[in-house]
T-cell receptor, first 114, second 110 residues
Framework: SQTIHQWPATLVQPVGSPLSLECTVE??????LYWYRQAAGRGLQLLFY??????ISSEVPQNLSASRPQDRQFILSSKKLLLSDSGFYLC?????????????FGEGSRLTVL | DAKTTQPPSMDCAEGRAANLPCNHS???????VYWYRQIHSQGPQYIIH???NNETNEMASLIITEDRKSSTLILPHATLRDTAVYYC???????????FGQGTTLQVKP
């Protein structure tokens, strides 16, 4: 069966420090991978998505970046965190099957920037 | 990908049916309607999806209008545990890009 792992679950970082959130998927191949962010009391904002290794599409200009070094690994990074980067970060995967393909989410990483 | 419009909030009495509407007037013929819900501090959970026929599973029913421009998610007997934010999205193919709207916050009251 397929599983998705996301870590760390919680993180408290000072402004200006770097960030690395990691997501891995097991039990499937060639998934579409996604990073979403949810600020407190807000909806889900798509940050990045990837349809293959090394293929990253960015949705929102920001100081974050994403990389996909392996088929089932998706990393969210920042060189210098801002206060506004605080939020709940969710990784998700999907296998497009024709025109369908359910989206599966990880448990999320809660980032607080102080 | 088509955009969706949902009311920001709704209330429902416990034990009654909750009917959550979604407008997706720009949906194209090969796009499916998906519903997810998010309980506080958790990742979104899949509920149901459909193309043009009504669908039912153990969690909910999905009614899609004949012109496919809107749909309704029905929770037949809402419980307090159904209190959550419900998201309606449309997707199709391998465009990759999946945009969530603001969703509807459903409050089930005793």
């Amino acid at each position: 069966s397929q599983t998705i792992h996301q870590w760390p679950a919680t993180l408290v970082q000072p402004v200006g420090s770097p960030l690395s959130l990691e997501c891995t998927v097991e039990g499937t191949s060639n998934p579409n991978l996604y990073w979403y962010r949810q600020a407190a009391g807000r909806g889900l904002q798509l940050l990045f998505y990837s349809v293959g290794i090394g293929q990253i599409s960015s949705e929102v200009p920001q100081n974050l970046s994403a990389s996909r070094p392996q088929d089932r690994q998706f990393i969210l990074s920042s060189k210098k965190l801002l206060l506004s980067d605080s939020g709940f970060y969710l990784c998700a995967w999907r296998i497009p099957q024709g025109n369908t393909g359910e989206l599966f989410f990880g448990e999320g990483s809660r980032l607080t920037v102080l | 990908d088509a955009k969706t419009t949902q009311p920001p909030s709704m209330d429902c009495a416990e034990g009654r049916a909750a009917n959550l509407p979604c407008n997706h007037s720009t949906i194209s013929g090969n796009e499916y309607v998906y519903w997810y819900r998010q309980i506080h501090s958790q990742g979104p959970q899949y509920i149901i999806h459909g193309l043009k026929n009504n669908e039912t599973n153990e969690m909910a029913s999905l009614i899609i209008t004949e012109d496919r421009k809107s749909s309704t998610l029905i929770l037949p007997h809402a419980t307090l545990r159904d209190t959550a934010v419900y998201y309606c999205i449309v997707l199709g193919g391998n465009t990759g890009k999946l945009i969530f709207g603001q969703g509807t916050t459903l409050q089930v009251k005793p």
